[in-house]
Structures are given as structure tokens and as C-alpha cells.
């Protein structure tokens, strides 16, 4: 099998515009977001999982990273991973830490926050390329 051939092509494509809590809106990640989708699905073979808005709450990016990606990709698939949205860097006792930013998160509370880390290591669990 040479690098161009893959039993599965999954992309995950996240857009957030419309926060709660108090942070403020983006104009255009959700529209971002979709026509990434778009092209990836259309000009190269992708399966597409979108979470838009209030589908890309902490609750649903955890579910997403720790049991639904692991069961829909093998050693032979690829994935490809997009978010658009807010992100955050705060000084952590290693340097930086860096945090994507659900829909639903509280401004200044990181347990309401995506670590970078997480998100890291979940990715380089999987069986995929």
C-alpha cells in the first residue's frame, strides 16, 4: 500500500461562532468550517464529521476524542482534525498551555477548556495514520 491509499479518510471539522458565557461571537469559523467540509468531502473522498455551535460543547469534544474517533479509525485510514473557533495560552508550570475553546466554556475556569495536551494525546492513541 503506498502512502496515497487509505481504507478510511476522516475528517473532523469543528466551527464555533456563537459562545455562551459571555465570550464574545466569531463572524466566521462556522462558515470556515463548512467549506473546508465542503472541499474536503467533495474534491478529495473525505468522510466528514462536523460539530458546529452548540454541538462543540466540552461535553461532546471529550465523547469525540476519547470513544468516537477511536472506534471509526484503523492502522490503514487517516484523519485530519480542523477547528475554528477561540483558543487560549496560559502560563503553566511547563510554560505554555494552550486550550481550545468549546461553545459552552466559562471564561477564566479551564476546567471548562479543551486542553492542547488532551487533545494531543487522544490523537496520538489512535491506530490511524
Do not use: W
Amino acid at each position: 500500500m503506498n502512502n496515497l491509499e487509505f481504507s478510511r479518510s476522516l475528517a473532523v471539522v469543528i466551527g464555533v461562532d456563537q459562545y455562551i458565557n459571555g465570550i464574545v461571537p466569531l463572524r466566521t469559523a462556522v462558515a470556515d468550517a463548512n467549506a473546508i467540509a465542503h472541499t474536503l468531502q467533495q474534491d478529495h473522498g473525505y468522510e466528514i464529521i462536523t460539530l458546529l455551535n452548540e454541538q462543540a460543547n466540552l461535553k461532546a469534544l471529550q465523547a469525540l476524542i476519547q470513544s468516537k474517533l477511536p472506534n471509526l479509525t484503523l492502522p490503514d485510514s487517516r484523519l485530519l482534525l480542523y477547528f475554528a473557533g477561540h483558543g487560549i495560552a496560559q502560563d503553566g508550570d511547563d510554560g505554555p498551555a494552550g486550550y481550545l475553546i468549546p461553545q459552552d466554556a466559562i471564561p477564566g475556569e479551564t476546567q471548562s477548556y479543551l486542553p492542547m495536551t488532551t487533545l494531543h494525546d487522544a490523537l496520538t492513541a489512535l491506530r490511524c495514520r
